[in-house]
């Protein structure tokens, strides 16, 4: 697998995709308030999630209009913060050693700080890929 030059990766996307009755896909292309409705209806009781086969060029497209490539990864962080997030790694990896030590002394703020990450990842990213 290749990987692709731009903010976001349709691999990624569709990988995600698999478990997109969960809503992951939709909060890695920037979009977690459907994101969250897929996660509490179950990918809109799977027919959104079927839709979303379809819809992933698309979503990508966007996400690369959207959202500055630079010295973070998103690809690298989405990874960290889905299977490290707790332990404050994808903060770790992006500079934010300090939140990063507090999420890992207080297991991702007991969740909370995991959850506001999920919906807040890609900006925090692209703002510190413009600097």
């Not at 819809?55 to 962080?77: K, V, W």
């Not at 490290?84 to 207080?106: N, Q, S």
């Amino acid at each position: 697998m290749a990987i692709e030059e731009g903010s976001h990766s349709k691999a990624i996307g569709y990988i995600l995709w698999i478990f997109g009755f969960t809503g992951s896909h939709r909060f890695y292309y920037g979009k977690p308030l459907t994101g969250t409705l897929y996660f509490f209806t179950l990918g809109l009781l799977g027919i959104g999630w079927l839709i979303d086969l379809f819809l992933i060029p698309a979503m990508d497209r966007q996400a690369e209009l959207r959202f500055s490539p630079g010295p973070i990864d998103y690809n690298l962080a989405w990874i960290l913060l889905t299977f490290l997030g707790f332990f404050g790694v994808h903060r770790m990896y992006m500079g934010k050693w300090i939140t990063g030590i507090v999420y890992l002394l207080t297991g991702g703020l007991f969740g909370l700080g995991y959850i506001y990450d999920y919906w807040t990842l890609n900006e925090q990213i692209a703002l510190i890929n413009r600097r």
